[in-house]
């Protein structure tokens, strides 16, 4: 079984993320993981935490000089903010001389009332610490392993960021990515390096210009904003996930996987929503053989059919809605006395969409290796090639044998 547990508070000591049921022998090192830890704390917009934290892997257990020994896979990252946060976030019972005023007051839209009701606690302190985006830099931690291991099979990962606060670009990538007019040698982490070197994570410059303004805007005003980004896998080959079961389902997974980070509240596989306004003339892709492989002119559906991967590129998009703590804040309640009044103002992000994109490509990558490993096995990652390679080479063969009518001319 492919798991991976994450335990930590954003101003504790450290994050410990374990991964569990990778294969033997893939090559993992401390560099690659540390380089997209950095990926998910860049973005305009962002917080002064950022400023703090330089989030970086200590690698405790599972590889040995270099490659995975099959073992779990324990990393842990530290929070630097710590350091200002001993004597708070402490395991120990204070002193009787300790003075601390306990949260009272929710913000609207996080998770401080409903951490409080439902597990009893006396200190919104206590429902911030976890529900915290911090845990996401464990994500992204587990998420890079898997990332490594799809790499060993072509399989790659990349994100932009579609919109922020409304604001496109002129040119629809999403829509040239779902018309299938990408090349031959398309691949997701190139999107990812193309949008990693906009501030705000976005393919267009005029785009970029638009949308910072716009974030300058709402920081003046003491608000946030939200945004939309695609997240794409290519490389995928036929046949991950399964129609048997809702559980093995490969839409399902990455659905609940995507929709699992903080604040995102909507995800699309392919043209999603819009397909529902569409004949379905227009949503569905023609099937064609091409060099003696089955493939679709378009990839509307996403690289998913019947919860099954089609061998095309894995098309998610997502929304995430602006972060909940703002400087103008909104009407809320005191607990201490039960009146009326403003949300307590903290320090936060004003926009993490391009951050969020970094942590959906773990989180895709994540569900990706599951699904692999689920259907190919092994032990050691040459097992695994030599059962992916088998079935990748035979599976034309096996479509034409069963279908003898057209077998000859195949
Ligand atoms: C985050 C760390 C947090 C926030 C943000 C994401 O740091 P702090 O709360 O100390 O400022 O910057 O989390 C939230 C916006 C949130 O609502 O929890 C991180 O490491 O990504």
Request: hydrophobic share 35%; proline share 2%; glycine share 8%.
């Given at each position: 079984?492919?798991?991976?547990?994450?335990?930590?508070?954003?101003?504790?000591?450290?994050?410990?993320?374990?991964?569990?049921?990778?294969?033997?022998?893939?090559?993992?090192?401390?560099?690659?993981?540390?380089?997209?830890?950095?990926?998910?704390?860049?973005?305009?917009?962002?917080?002064?935490?950022?400023?703090?934290?330089?989030?970086?892997?200590e690698i405790i257990s599972g590889i040995r000089f270099g490659k995975s020994l099959g073992s779990p896979i324990c990393l842990l990252i530290k929070n630097n903010d710590w350091e200002n946060w001993i004597?708070?976030?402490?395991?120990?019972?204070?002193?009787?001389?300790?003075?601390?005023?306990?949260?009272?007051?929710?913000?609207?839209?996080?998770?401080?009332?409903?951490?409080?009701?439902?597990?009893?606690?006396?200190?919104?302190?206590?429902?911030?610490?976890?529900?915290?985006?911090?845990?996401?830099?464990?994500?992204?931690?587990?998420?890079?392993?898997?990332?490594?291991?799809?790499?060993?099979?072509?399989?790659?990962?990349?994100?932009?960021?579609?919109?922020?606060?409304?604001?496109?670009?002129?040119?629809?990538?999403?829509?040239?990515?779902?018309?299938?007019?990408?090349?031959?040698?398309?691949?997701?982490?190139?999107?990812?390096?193309?949008?990693?070197?906009?501030?705000?994570?976005?393919?267009?410059?005029?785009?970029?210009?638009?949308?910072?303004?716009?974030?300058k805007y709402a920081k003046k005003n003491g608000d946030t904003l939200g945004g939309t980004f695609v997240t794409i896998a290519t490389g995928v080959p036929v046949g991950l996930g399964s129609f048997m079961?809702?559980?093995?389902?490969?839409?399902?997974?990455?659905?609940?996987?995507?929709?699992?980070?903080?604040?995102?509240?909507?995800?699309?596989?392919?043209?999603?929503?819009?397909?529902?306004?569409?004949?379905?003339?227009?949503?569905?892709?023609?099937?064609?053989?091409?060099?003696?492989?089955?493939?679709?002119?378009?990839?509307?559906?996403?690289?998913?059919?019947?919860?099954?991967?089609?061998?095309?590129?894995?098309?998610?998009?997502?929304?995430?809605?602006?972060?909940?703590?703002?400087?103008?804040?909104?009407?809320?309640?005191?607990?201490?006395?039960?009146?009326?009044?403003?949300?307590?103002?903290?320090?936060?992000?004003?926009?993490?969409?391009?951050?969020?994109?970094?942590?959906?490509?773990?989180?895709?990558?994540?569900?990706?290796?599951?699904?692999?490993?689920?259907?190919?096995?092994?032990?050691?990652?040459?097992?695994?090639?030599?059962?992916?390679?088998?079935?990748?080479?035979?599976?034309?063969?096996?479509?034409?044998?069963?279908?003898?009518?057209?077998?000859?001319?195949?």
């Amino acid at each position: 079984m492919v798991r991976f547990l994450t335990s930590g508070e954003s101003h504790g000591k450290s994050l410990a993320t374990i991964v569990e049921g990778f294969p033997s022998n893939i090559k993992l090192r401390k560099d690659y993981i540390d380089f997209h830890l950095k990926r998910r704390q860049a973005g305009y917009g962002r917080g002064q935490r950022m400023k703090i934290e330089s989030d970086s892997v200590e690698i405790i257990s599972g590889i040995r000089f270099g490659k995975s020994l099959g073992s779990p896979i324990c990393l842990l990252i530290k929070n630097n903010d710590w350091e200002n946060w001993i004597a708070i976030m402490s395991s120990e019972i204070p002193s009787s001389s300790f003075v601390y005023d306990k949260i009272s007051i929710p913000r609207p839209g996080h998770a401080d009332l409903v951490g409080i009701s439902k597990y009893n606690y006396d200190d919104i302190r206590n429902s911030i610490e976890r529900s915290s985006a911090r845990e996401t830099a464990s994500r992204v931690a587990a998420g890079t392993v898997a990332r490594k291991f799809l790499e060993e099979f072509g399989i790659t990962i990349g994100s932009y960021v579609e919109s922020i606060s409304g604001i496109y670009s002129k040119k629809n990538y999403l829509q040239n990515l779902l018309m299938n007019k990408t090349s031959r040698n398309f691949s997701a982490w190139r999107i990812a390096e193309s949008a990693d070197k906009s501030d705000v994570r976005v393919l267009d410059n005029n785009q970029e210009e638009r949308i910072i303004r716009k974030i300058k805007y709402a920081k003046k005003n003491g608000d946030t904003l939200g945004g939309t980004f695609v997240t794409i896998a290519t490389g995928v080959p036929v046949g991950l996930g399964s129609f048997m079961h809702y559980d093995r389902r490969l839409d399902a997974a990455i659905g609940h996987s995507i929709m699992s980070i903080n604040a995102v509240k909507g995800v699309e596989i392919g043209n999603g929503f819009d397909a529902a306004e569409k004949f379905g003339s227009q949503v569905h892709d023609e099937i064609f053989i091409k060099d003696n492989i089955f493939t679709r002119k378009t990839n509307r559906s996403g690289g998913i059919e019947g919860g099954v991967s089609t061998g095309l590129p894995i098309i998610v998009r997502a929304s995430m809605k602006p972060i909940s703590t703002l400087m103008k804040p909104l009407q809320t309640i005191d607990l201490k006395t039960m009146k009326k009044v403003e949300a307590r103002r903290e320090r936060s992000d004003f926009v993490a969409v391009p951050a969020c994109a970094v942590i959906s490509e773990s989180m895709l990558a994540w569900i990706l290796a599951e699904f692999f490993i689920e259907k190919f096995g092994g032990d050691s990652i040459e097992e695994t090639k030599d059962n992916f390679s088998n079935y990748t080479k035979k599976l034309q063969k096996r479509i034409a044998k069963n279908f003898s009518g057209w077998y000859k001319d195949f």
